[in-house]
């Protein structure tokens, strides 16, 4: 895609954006440092890009708990620094959220007119990096995903793999729900709203996109051993049973039918992709 500037350079989705249009500029916190932010419009506005997908963000959500500036400045301040700059330029910003917006109640699917409610910090300020990217105005899109995995970076998958050697038996929350979702899928997703929103200037907003089906966490551990063939015995748990400092959402489950409907994106079902990633780690599947 000509003149696409990526935030990021080593995390799951930018890695899945360097596969899938490796002619894009690619910055990460070595080019480009978004604690930072007025440097890095700076650095924007001399590369005159034709659009820019932040694929950076402040991920850790446990160590966000006691890190909370940080994390305010990735996931709040930086993205709205750069969306008003996108803005200033009038090119389309690309951004991307996520279930941690919500509070979990309840056991049916949440569309994007649902109310947020995070439950700690990592959520909170994710939310109002929403806020800010809506408030800049100009061409944008915000895309709430879930559960991320990839061969890339730290996630559940690469977690089980590691513990599912190292130990035959492991407890695995069992009420939190969600949907998997594989970085290349959100990589494509967002390479073709950003093709259809060039043709399109009045297209964008808030829009969810996850893997299906829904599924617990316990449930993703045994299909990730038993797809990658790993003889590990995954026991259910109550979340009060695995203590974290970050509270998680119970209900996940993100309702995808806008973007759909406004373009043609359909959830991509995780245990193929699962396939495909455990494929690029070596495993037989
Ligand atoms: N991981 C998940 O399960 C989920 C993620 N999301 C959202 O998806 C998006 C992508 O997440 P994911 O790919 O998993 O994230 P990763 O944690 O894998 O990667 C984080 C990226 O942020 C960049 N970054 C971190 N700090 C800075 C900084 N100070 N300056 C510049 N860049 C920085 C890193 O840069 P560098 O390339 O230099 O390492 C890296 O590319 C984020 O918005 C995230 O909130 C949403 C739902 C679930
Ligand atoms: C390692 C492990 C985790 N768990 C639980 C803890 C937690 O409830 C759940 C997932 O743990 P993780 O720490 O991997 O997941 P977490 O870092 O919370 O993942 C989240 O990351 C952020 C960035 C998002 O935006 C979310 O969509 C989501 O993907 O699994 C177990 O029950 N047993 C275990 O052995
Ligand atoms: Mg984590």
């Not at 089980?160 to 494509?188: H, K, S, W, Y």
């Amino acid at each position: 895609m000509n003149g696409l500037l990526v935030l990021g350079k080593s995390g799951q989705l930018a890695q899945a954006l360097v596969r899938q249009a490796p002619e894009a500029t690619f910055w990460g916190r070595a080019d480009a440092d978004l604690s930072d932010p007025q440097s890095v419009v700076a650095r924007i506005r001399d590369l005159r890009p034709a659009t820019i997908i932040n694929a950076s963000a402040y991920t850790a959500v446990d160590k966000a708990e006691t890190d909370v500036a940080a994390a305010q400045m990735l996931n709040a301040t930086a993205p709205g620094v750069v969306a008003q700059a996108a803005a200033d330029l009038g090119i389309p910003f690309l951004h991307v959220s996520t279930d941690y917006v919500f509070d979990g109640s309840g056991d049916t699917a949440r569309n994007e007119d649902a109310a947020t409610a995070p439950l700690g910090v990592y959520g909170r300020s994710k939310l109002e990096g929403e806020r800010r990217v809506a408030e800049a105005g100009g061409q944008w899109v915000v895309l709430r995903t879930s559960w991320v995995f990839s061969p890339d970076g730290a996630n559940f998958v690469k977690t089980m793999l590691r513990l599912g050697t190292e130990r035959d038996q492991l407890n695995v929350v069992a009420d939190q729900i969600g949907g998997p979702t594989e970085a290349g899928r959100i990589a494509a997703a967002l390479l073709e709203m950003t093709r259809q929103m060039l043709a399109d200037r009045q297209k964008g907003g808030l829009y969810h996109f996850a893997g299906a089906p829904d599924i617990s966490w316990a449930g993703f551990a045994r299909e990730i051993f038993a797809r990658a063939g790993l003889a590990c015995e995954v026991r259910d748990i109550p979340a009060s049973d695995y203590p974290t400092p970050a509270r998680r959402p119970a209900n996940s489950r993100l309702d995808c039918a806008r973007i759909a409907q406004d373009f043609g994106i359909d959830r991509p079902d995780w245990r193929a992709d699962l396939d495909t990633v455990l494929k690029h780690l070596g495993y037989m599947t």
